[in-house]
């Protein structure tokens, strides 16, 4: 591919089902020159990248990966606007090869539209595999549109595919429509005719007749409003007649669509021998009704541990120098006389939260990399469908029991391996949800205060934060469906297994690179602000917390803490704690009083260099709080949001500062009503 680019340049969109090697075709072709964003009003991802051929600028967008363009759902509404929209210059349509009865069924879809396409067969070496044998020649014959063969994760066909795009630059070629038609108006007989004659000549936009109408009789309802906007209101009431009475139409539309691939491949695809995937071995466990969810966690965890394991070495040595970095600036800044608030600033918050960022975006590249490698070689399939019943029962995907797994160890590394589900509502709900699950770092304050104040039982407080945990996971989920996600309604889950293959390395490290990289970019703005934020509240220039502003915010809102059994501290403790889970206790050191090295929140919570004895603080916590408020402090602790990372992750995943307010609030607010309850029952106990 050449790199030089003129002025001017085409506009692709990338279409087609999940698994099919969309996004390794995307990665190949643009490489690291690519944007993640937020398609305009939807908070699905968008993905668009260039590349350049022959001195020609190409702009690739990547779209959501999808079973069909019936726009049930977010993702499918946003693939069919796009390819129907005069933003559009071609649509490049990938078919999984090894499965080609099921994957046309997208391409069936776009006959009708006025828009110059490409098809890909990707995975041709597969299928010659399997003894199958596609007539390349007779196929572009039959749909009237070029078709390449390839093998994406190898790059073979890619140079091919560049030399088409050129080619219908200068010649579009659209799909056959003719056969398509034929089998429309023998199913739908005279309502398909009827519904035609009303329809302009020319169609709408992008859209012929023919496919406006079949979208019509399936009431397809955003077809529906621009049709009702683009007739006059006598031929919009014969039409609306003609829906009503064909109450069957999706049915019928989908039987016609079948019927039209199985006319395509008659004498173009044949089977040298039967052929069926062999599941033996490894594959046959990890799909087993009994042993199938076991082998999935274990290969979680395992994935888990690779995923720390690589980002380990990293971490730590960034760790033990940001000590060393911290001090040697400080010396630097005080022997020129700088003063102790930029020094406290720069040293406490600025340099610590750059190195968390830093840390955030090694230890996302760890998960990434591992998991996306599982998705990539067809491992994720099995994991949605042995949980795909399980995880349903509360609304969620197959494929959210990875992001649950994983957020035991932590939450961060859960929220981000919730992209391998393709289904943004699905998504969303997994991230969501992901944050009740307790992380690694939360049980060192959970242990101290549980057996401070409970003893022994205080393994009964933990039993009773894991059953709520339970009912917690089911309401969110149940929440957010209901009544905060409201721009898709969904039809189901459609389950496949693909077949295993071997990893595109190239397209995994690209995808790692440019993930690491957006999550670093948003983590920064996060991190430091937040830090900067919390410095500015706690820092005090004689170590005395009652002289900081979050010393009077505290007193403040005394009253209504007291209500909910926290006193001012707890309640202070609870929200800094959001920036870092294991940095608490340093920050209860420094409320009681016991807690000395270190002049600001910021500083405990990112780098914990306060210092503190245990015994002092296990003595004035004992002495000064109850046994109801340290049970109403440790069910707030455990329900409040997991840190400022995750907090970080969910930005960046989502793409949306709205929905990560909106989920940030949601459990700050959940966690004080917890809290609250628990506090109430506690006076009836103790």
């Not at 998960?367 to 994991?383: N, Q, S």
């Not at 469908?385 to 969620?396: A, E, K, R």
Request: proline letters at 3%.
């Amino acid at each position: 591919m050449d790199s030089v680019a003129v002025e001017g340049f085409v506009k692709i969109g990338l279409a087609g089902q999940p698994n099919t090697g969309k996004s390794t075709l995307f990665n190949r072709l643009t490489g690291a020159k690519q944007h993640v964003g937020n398609w305009p009003g939807k908070t699905v991802e968008q993905k668009s990248g260039i590349f350049h051929f022959n001195h020609k600028k190409y702009s690739l967008v990547d779209l959501p990966g999808t079973y069909s363009l019936t726009a049930n759902s977010a993702e499918e509404l946003i693939a069919r606007d796009f390819i129907i929209s005069d933003e559009v210059d071609m649509i490049i349509t990938m078919v999984d090869t090894s499965q080609l009865e099921r994957s046309m069924y997208l391409l069936s879809e776009m006959v009708g539209m006025n828009v110059p396409i490409i098809g890909v067969l990707n995975m041709i070496d597969v299928a010659k595999e399997q003894g199958k044998v596609i007539n390349i020649e007779k196929l572009q014959e039959k749909l009237g549109i070029p078709i390449v063969p390839m093998v994406a994760a190898k790059g073979e066909g890619v140079e091919s595919l560049l030399e088409k795009v050129q080619i219908i630059e200068a010649n579009e070629k659209i799909l056959h429509t003719d056969t398509m038609v034929k089998i429309y108006k023998d199913v739908f007989k005279e309502a398909f005719n009827d519904i035609m004659k009303i329809l302009p000549d020319g169609g709408i936009g992008n859209c012929s007749r023919g496919w406006l109408g079949i979208r019509l009789l399936e009431n397809d309802r955003q077809i529906v409003d621009l049709v009702k906007e683009k007739v006059t209101k006598d031929e919009w009431e014969m039409i609306h007649s003609i829906i009503k009475r064909n109450t069957d139409g999706p049915l019928k539309a989908a039987n016609c669509r079948y019927a039209w691939i199985e006319s395509v491949l008659d004498g173009v695809f044949t089977k040298k021998r039967e052929y069926s995937l062999k599941r033996i071995g490894f594959d046959k466990l990890s799909t087993h009704r009994i042993f199938g969810k076991p082998i999935a966690v274990f290969m979680m965890i395992l994935g888990f541990i690779a995923s720390m394991m690589i980002a380990m070495p990293f971490m730590m040595g960034i760790g033990s120098i940001l000590p060393k970095i911290s001090l040697t600036l400080r010396n630097i800044l005080l022997d020129k006389g700088i003063s102790n608030w930029i020094v406290s600033l720069l040293t406490e918050a600025v340099v610590p939260s750059v190195s968390m960022a830093i840390l955030m975006g090694v230890f996302i590249a760890g998960v990434v990399f591992i998991f996306g490698f599982m998705e990539d070689v067809g491992y994720m399939a099995r994991v949605a469908y042995v949980f795909d019943t399980t995880m349903n029962n509360i609304g969620l995907h197959g494929k959210s029991i990875m992001p649950f797994v994983t957020s035991f160890g932590c939450n961060m590394a859960g929220i981000t391996g919730s992209r391998v589900i393709d289904s943004w509502k699905q998504r969303l709900l997994t991230i969501t949800t992901s944050m009740v699950v307790p992380c690694a770092a939360m049980w060192g304050v959970i242990g101290l205060v549980g057996s401070l104040f409970f003893g022994v039982n205080a393994i009964w407080v933990i039993v009773a934060l894991f059953i709520c945990s339970i009912f917690h996971i089911i309401f969110t989920s149940w929440i957010f469906r209901t009544k905060f996600i409201k721009e898709e309604d969904g039809t189901g889950l459609i389950m496949e297994l693909p077949p295993y293959h071997k990893p595109n390395w190239k397209g995994i490290f690209v995808h790692v690179w440019s993930k690491m990289k957006d999550v670093m970019k948003k983590a920064f703005v996060v991190i430091v602000g937040v830090s900067v934020i919390m410095w500015a509240l706690s820092y005090t220039s004689d170590g005395n917390i009652e002289n900081s502003p979050i010393y009077a915010i505290g007193k403040t809102v005394e009253p209504i803490a007291s209500f909910l059994g926290l006193d001012w501290r707890l309640f202070i403790a609870l929200i800094v704690s959001i920036m870092s889970k294991e940095g608490a206790l340093g920050v209860l050191s420094m409320l009681f009083g016991v807690g000395t090295g270190i002049s600001s929140f910021s500083g405990i919570m990112i780098s914990g260099a306060v210092q503190f004895d245990q015994t002092a603080l296990s003595t004035v916590m004992l002495a000064s709080v109850s046994k109801a408020s340290a049970l109403a402090f440790m069910f707030a602790y455990y329900f409040n949001i997991p840190c400022m990372a995750a907090i970080a992750s969910v930005n960046a995943e989502t793409h949306s500062l709205k929905w990560t307010i909106k989920i940030v609030s949601y459990y700050m607010v959940s966690a004080l009503v917890i809290g609250g309850i628990v506090y109430r029952i506690g006076t009836m106990i103790f």
